[in-house]
């Protein structure tokens, strides 16, 4: 991917403790070396807890805290799962109001395992084209959701994938679908 494929994209990760950690650090590694800012926003300042499965990883800075987050000052969104973090968030009612604001706007967002409990509980996966981690397809479907067991997919402005192991196929369709987003805002602007 050409490092300056995204400049000027500016990415919110929303997350929090005990969060899938190759699920946020792979995909914003992906995102940073094609030009794009990415920002951790959480409901909660300081660090947030990584988790590689069920055991504690690594600590990492909360870029913005989620209150003060301004959905319009961003380009798309990246949710990362890990069911903690994403049983957590899908609760916090700022979380669900900016998610609806990038959504509304046709923003893209990338979601990955757990991630997509937010998407569910904010009421905006019914009638969308979508995958997850395997254990919450019956949430998924209960909410509207036609839901898929394939590697990555891409559905509108969301691309979604099932777990870790999807990484390279999540981030490359992540990156083609924010590339086609970021082309496209610019073609507006000329």
């Given amino acids: 991917m050409a490092s300056n494929l995204l400049q000027g994209m500016r990415v919110a990760i929303l997350a929090t403790d005990d969060f899938e950690q190759s699920e946020l650090t792979e995909p914003k590694k992906a995102l940073d ?31 913005l805290l989620l209150a003060e987050a301004d959905p319009e000052q961003f380009d798309a969104a990246l949710l990362p799962g890990g069911a903690l973090d994403a049983d957590s968030l899908r609760a916090v009612p700022e979380a669900k109001t900016f998610i609806r604001a990038i959504d509304q706007c046709g923003k893209p967002v990338a979601v990955i395992c757990h991630g997509s409990w937010l998407l569910a509980s904010a009421g905006l996966v019914r009638g969308r084209a979508m995958t997850s981690y395997h254990t919450i397809q019956d949430d998924l479907r209960n909410a509207g959701a036609d839901w898929r067991d394939v590697e990555v997919m891409r559905n509108g402005n969301w691309v979604s994938s099932r777990k870790p192991d999807d990484l390279p196929a999540f981030n490359r369709e992540m990156l083609a679908l924010f590339a086609e987003h970021q082309a496209g805002q610019k073609a507006r602007a000329a």
């Fill in 33 to 63: 070396q094609a030009g794009a800012k990415t920002f951790i926003v959480s409901p909660k300042s300081g660090e947030i807890q990584g988790m590689k499965h069920d055991e504690k990883a690594d600590r990492f800075p909360v870029d």
